[in-house]
């Protein structure tokens, strides 16, 4: 494996919608790197606080910051300083930065400013944008099913038009001629973005992926164009919640079961009250242990909730972080939230909500944008 030369750190981005895979491929590239001998250090970010995929980081043994209240577009000048945080506590040779799921634009507000900003300490990663092929199917009319309003395609297509590299995710999923019509029409629409698809899961073509962003570097060309009205229109159909509930059980119960009731007693509340699913998310810390946690997705309104991680020992209590964003009112959200947490009634566990936000996102008022001509 070719590695870059180590006097400068990597910034790597990931970017994706939302429920695209990009945590599970965010920890996929964080441990490879640690097996070929680097430091790493990883930078999530959010719309809020209490993030799932920041306790499930974590979990895995990686250093890992958090910025939350926006953007990292929004938010420069705190991703700066966590890098900062990170490079004074463990010197990473590699940053690994996770997006929002709902942000775009990241090239011009991000990594050129952050390359004309901080070259002297950064080289920066081509951008991947990940793609969940299901959800691109749809978007592109391959399939029936539910998809997003035109204004949150509006993001989507847009995450998709800065992209460097376009990675299908998932594709353990795909057939072969699923796979290679999805590529050829993503080919059409990016002709300046190189498609690769891989299954994480499977580890079917990571490794070629992985490769391409640790030796290369980010090309400049020109600036895409944004209509930022329609952007925070789109974002702002989006609904928002973070919760955390405390789960007590006597006896001790099986976190697997629970996990899998409560995320489909939410999936089927919502399904009769608000539009589409992006992404439902939701980890489990027993009170006691070594820090293993628990974990399941839900990426789609008509898919089947996913356990990621689970816990062999019964668990007799435990914090659950519960994150999820939806085409909805954020209110609609949190009334079912509140009925499931009512709701649950799986041998004698009782649930406490200790913490609720829901929101929608403010319109995008990036720091810097850098417009770089044709």
Request: with cysteine; charged share 20%; net charge negative.
């Amino acid at each position: 494996m070719t590695t870059p030369l180590q006097q400068k750190a990597r910034y790597i981005m990931l970017g994706g919608f939302l429920g695209a895979g990009k945590t599970t491929a965010v920890g996929a590239l964080a441990n490879h790197l640690v097996q070929q001998g680097l430091r790493v250090g990883l930078i999530t970010n959010d719309q809020g606080s209490e993030l799932v995929d920041t306790a499930m980081l974590r979990a895995r043994g990686f250093q890992t910051e958090e910025i939350t209240g926006g953007c990292f577009c929004c938010r420069f000048g705190t991703l700066a300083d966590a890098a900062r945080k990170l490079s004074a506590a463990t010197r990473p040779d590699v940053f690994i930065a996770e997006p929002v799921g709902s942000c775009t634009d990241l090239v011009a507000t991000v990594t050129y400013p952050l390359r004309r900003l901080y070259g002297d300490a950064f080289t920066v990663a081509p951008l991947s944008v990940l793609v969940d092929p299901v959800r691109a199917e749809r978007l592109f009319g391959f399939a029936e099913g539910g998809k997003f309003s035109d204004k949150v395609a509006y993001i989507y297509r847009k995450q998709l038009e800065e992209a460097d590299l376009l990675v299908i995710t998932k594709t353990d999923t795909l057939d072969a001629s699923r796979l290679e019509r999805l590529r050829a029409r993503l080919a059409e629409e990016c002709p300046h973005a190189e498609v690769l698809a891989v299954s994480v899961r499977a580890g079917t073509g990571v490794a070629e992926w992985f490769e391409k962003i640790i030796s290369s570097e980010q090309q400049a060309r020109a600036t895409m164009a944004v209509d930022y009205e329609l952007y925070a229109e789109g974002e702002a159909l989006l609904g928002w919640l973070n919760a955390t509930i405390q789960l007590a059980g006597e006896p001790a119960f099986d976190s697997k079961m629970v996990l899998k009731s409560f995320a489909s007693e939410i999936q089927h509340l919502l399904a009769a009250r608000v539009g589409e699913i992006a992404h439902l998310k939701m980890t489990l810390s027993p009170d006691t242990g070594l820090g293993d946690i628990a974990a399941i997705s839900l990426v789609r309104s008509d898919f089947i909730p996913e356990l990621s991680l689970t816990l062999d020992a019964p668990v007799s209590s435990g914090q659950l972080i519960l994150n999820c964003r939806a085409e909805a009112a954020p209110e609609e959200i949190r009334d079912v939230v509140r009925a499931a947490v009512a709701n649950l009634n799986i041998g004698g566990v009782t649930a406490q909500l200790e913490h609720l936000e829901y929101f929608r996102p403010g319109k995008p008022e990036p720091t810097h944008r850098d417009n770089v001509p044709v």
